[in-house]
């Protein structure tokens, strides 16, 4: 059981605020994903419930406890990091026990749990080998192995994809996926990869500047993002985003016309719509525009416009061929079109 509540946590250095009221229940054996670009206070988070930093100010629950004060070694979170940490003269059986024999687990227990970490990242057939005879992606199994075997409350994974080519970095995500799902611990993972929030995570919460911008499973999230930064942040392409004003459900921007939108708003706004939620070749084109760029994806093709100085991109199909300089009737349906706040990005 490991349900962690987040009670208005905040980490100040000085004037700087790295993380900021933050706010959340993790249920237990919730899969949580902390996303944002750099410096947004995913680590620094994720440090504090570790134990790895101070918290400025709120407080830290694990099953109603409240474990501020408690030592990283007493929280029963097991980390799995960026860069692996294995001991370099250990070979992979010694790196995987490391944590048993540190905790002092009864010797006697060492050997089955390590063979069954090791057999469930499939490193079985690599025990007697040190960290620099593996490649990337071993390394980073001997790390999730060790963090297994402790058998904690809570994973806490510091972007541990990332050094790991995009090849493995599909697979290996796939197989923490699997182990999350197999295992049932509760995981706290951090992120600035958006195509791995939304493929691992129960909930995403998407943060920038220290500040949570939306907490939310990843389909609330992309469906439904809470403002321009959460949009432009998820999807791939991320959400166009133009900007114009709606006038009795009529929005113009330039080059663009849509029609039928409805929403009371009116004035100023931003809207955004997915690529792949627009029709090319539809009746009513929304984009007058010619073709600025064309690119061939395989299973479709993405077609570009300059529009008032951004690009805004439409889906085709796989088959559809534009020349650049071309009109095509790229059509917004109103229906699938987001309204956000012109000025502070929120929804509408
Ligand atoms: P990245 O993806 O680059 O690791 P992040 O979202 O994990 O970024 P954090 O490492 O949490 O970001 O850092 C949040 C902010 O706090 C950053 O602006 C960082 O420079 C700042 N910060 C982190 N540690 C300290 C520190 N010890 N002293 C002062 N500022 C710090």
Known sequence: MAEIQLKNISKRWGSFVGVDDFNLTIADQEFLVLLGPSGCGKTTTMRMIAGLEDVTSGDILVDGERINDLEPKDRDCAMVFQSYALYPNLDVYENIRFPLRMRKVPQSEHKDRVMRASAMVELDDFLHRKPAELSGGQRQRVALARAIVRQPNVFLMDEPLSNLDAKLRVSTRAQIKNLSHELKVTTIYVTHDQIEAMTLADRVVVMEKGVVQQVGTPTDIYDMPANTFVASFIGSPAMNLLTGTLDNGTF????????????????????????????VNGDNPSIDAPVYSMELLGDATMVTFKIGGTIATVKADKDFRAKIGDKVRANIPAAICHLFDATTGERL
């Open 252 to 279: 113009s921007g330039a080059n663009v016309k849509i029609t039928g939108i409805d929403s009371p708003h009116s004035g100023p706004v931003t809207l955004g719509y997915r690529a792949e939620d627009a029709i």
